[in-house]
C-alpha cells in the first residue's frame, strides 16, 4: 500500500494500548489475534507517514493500572515508537492529561483513534474529541473490547459491542475509517 505524505496536523493516539488489561477478570484472550495486526499496521503506517504517534495509558491509584504494577507498558506484542507520551485517569484522553495541550500547541486538527477499549476510552475521547472541533477518524478494526454482560442478563459479544460504537459514532462524531481510509486521510465510510 502507498501511503502519501501527510500534513502537519494530524496525530494517531493509541489509548490505553497496555498490558493493564490482560490483569482485569473481563479480559479475555480470544479477540486479541483480530486486534493486533490491524492497530500494528496503523502504528507503522502512521510513522511511515509522518503522523505523529500519540501513546497514551490510562493510571489508577491502585492495582493493575496503578505506576507501582509495573504493567503500565505496551500491550504485547505491539511496538510503539511514540512521539509523546500521555498518562490519565478519565476515560477522555482530552481530560486532565496534557494531550489537549499539546494538540493546539502542535496545531493538530485531525486524530485517529484507536486502541483498547471501543466503547470506553476510545469512544468517549473520540466524542471529546469532536465536540472540541476536531476531525476524528475512529479505526474500530484497530480497537479492542470483551464481551459485557447487561442487566438483563445479555452478554454483548466484543463484535456486537464494535458494531455498536461504530453506529452511533458515524457521521455525528467520526468518520469510520479502515487502517488504509485513515492513513490515506481518504474519506471513510459514513452513515446516513
Known amino acids: 500500500m502507498e501511503i502519501p505524505e501527510m500534513s502537519a496536523d494530524t496525530a494517531l493516539l493509541v489509548i490505553d494500548a497496555q498490558e493493564s488489561f490482560r490483569h482485569r477478570p473481563y479480559f479475555r484472550e ?6 493486533l495486526d490491524p492497530q500494528q499496521a496503523l502504528i507503522d503506517g502512521a510513522k511511515a507517514a509522518g503522523i505523529r504517534v500519540v501513546q497514551i495509558f490510562h493510571v489508577e491509584e491502585a492495582g ?3 505506576e507501582a504494577s509495573g504493567l503500565l507498558r505496551p500491550f504485547a506484542p505491539l511496538r510503539i515508537e511514540a512521539d509523546v507520551v500521555f498518562r490519565k485517569r478519565r476515560h477522555s ?13 502542535n496545531g493538530i486538527r485531525r486524530i485517529i483513534v484507536s486502541g483498547i477499549r471501543t466503547e470506553q476510552c476510545c469512544e468517549t475521547t473520540t466524542r471529546h474529541a469532536s465536540d472540541l472541533g476536531y476531525e476524528v477518524d475512529y479505526v474500530g478494526e484497530a480497537t479492542l473490547t470483551f464481551p459485557m454482560t447487561d442487566v438483563s442478563g445479555h452478554e454483548w459479544t466484543a463484535a456486537e459491542i464494535r458494531a455498536r460504537t461504530e453506529l452511533v459514532l458515524a457521521g455525528r462524531f467520526a468518520r ?7 492513513l490515506r486521510g481518504a474519506p471513510a465510510k459514513v452513515a446516513a
Open 64 to 66: 493493575a493500572f496503578s
Open 176 to 182: 469510520i475509517a479502515t487502517v488504509e481510509d485513515a
Open 93 to 105: 484522553a482530552l481530560v486532565g492529561s496534557g494531550l489537549d495541550v499539546w494538540l493546539t500547541e
Open 30 to 35: 480470544e479477540g486479541v489475534a483480530l486486534y
